[in-house]
């Protein structure tokens, strides 16, 4: 389990909200999955070998996505890249992740490891990465966690953020 951040870049002109919604993103990838029905789900080989293409990122897509690799590897050399046909993944020590997917999509996680000053320090790492996305090429975030927008200009890190990490941290070791 993880906290994480969707991020987007928001059309010009457009709210976060009307750039992003949760619900939009889930009821395209059903679409695709289920080739326009209804939302019933059709197992049906040729829809999803369609569908999973529709999630190869393409050598443009891969090109942009290089570029952000590399300038989130020169601000922290610990990140390690790995890459598949459908992501391009930075894993840090610390546990945050990055997935870079087609559509100009990313991800961003941290595991709920972390209490006190090591976890606003992860927290604050991973923050910084959302910033530094922000800055490079417009990213913002939906937080589904705490159902927030950021746009990194002018947020700092929320110490709801820090709360409910290590709040479903102490949940988790009481399972």
Same mark, same amino acid.
């Given at each position: ?5 969707q991020?987007?870049i928001?059309?010009?002109? /457009?709210?976060?909200?009307? +750039?992003? &919604?949760? #619900? @939009?993103e ?7 999955? %289920?080739?326009g029905?209804?939302?019933e789900?059709?197992f049906d080989?040729a829809?999803i070998?369609?569908?999973? /293409?529709?999630? %190869?990122?393409?050598?443009d897509?891969? $090109?942009?996505?290089?570029g ?7 601000f922290? @050399? #610990?990140? #390690? $890249?790995?890459? %598949?046909?459908m992501s391009?993944? =930075?894993?840090?020590?610390t !546990?945050i992740?990055?997935?870079?997917? +087609?559509? /100009?999509?990313i991800?961003? @996680? *941290? ?5 006190g000053?090591?976890?606003?320090? *992860? ?7 959302c910033? =530094? ?6 990213? +913002?975030?939906?937080d !589904?966690q =705490?159902?927030?927008?950021y ?7 929320p110490? #709801? *953020?820090?709360a409910?990490?290590?709040?479903? /941290? &102490?949940r988790?070791q %009481?399972?």
């Amino acid at each position: 389990m993880s906290y994480e951040f969707q991020l987007f870049i928001p059309e010009q002109g /457009k709210s976060l909200e009307e +750039c992003y &919604s949760p #619900e @939009s993103e889930e009821e395209k990838l059903l679409q695709q999955l %289920t080739g326009g029905s209804d939302g019933e789900l059709s197992f049906d080989m040729a829809a999803i070998m369609t569908a999973s /293409k529709n999630f %190869t990122i393409s050598e443009d897509e891969l $090109a942009s996505i290089q570029g952000l690799v590399n300038r989130l590897l020169e601000f922290n @050399s #610990e990140f #390690e $890249a790995v890459e %598949t046909d459908m992501s391009v993944e =930075l894993t840090h020590p610390t !546990g945050i992740q990055i997935s870079f997917f +087609c559509g /100009k999509s990313i991800s961003v @996680s *941290v595991p709920f490891w972390y209490e006190g000053e090591e976890c606003r320090r *992860v927290y604050s790492l991973m923050w910084e990465v959302c910033r =530094l996305l922000n800055s490079y090429a417009g990213y +913002c975030a939906y937080d !589904g966690q =705490l159902e927030r927008y950021y746009d990194f200009k002018c947020d700092d890190l929320p110490e #709801e *953020v820090i709360a409910l990490s290590e709040s479903m /941290k &102490s949940r988790i070791q %009481t399972l």
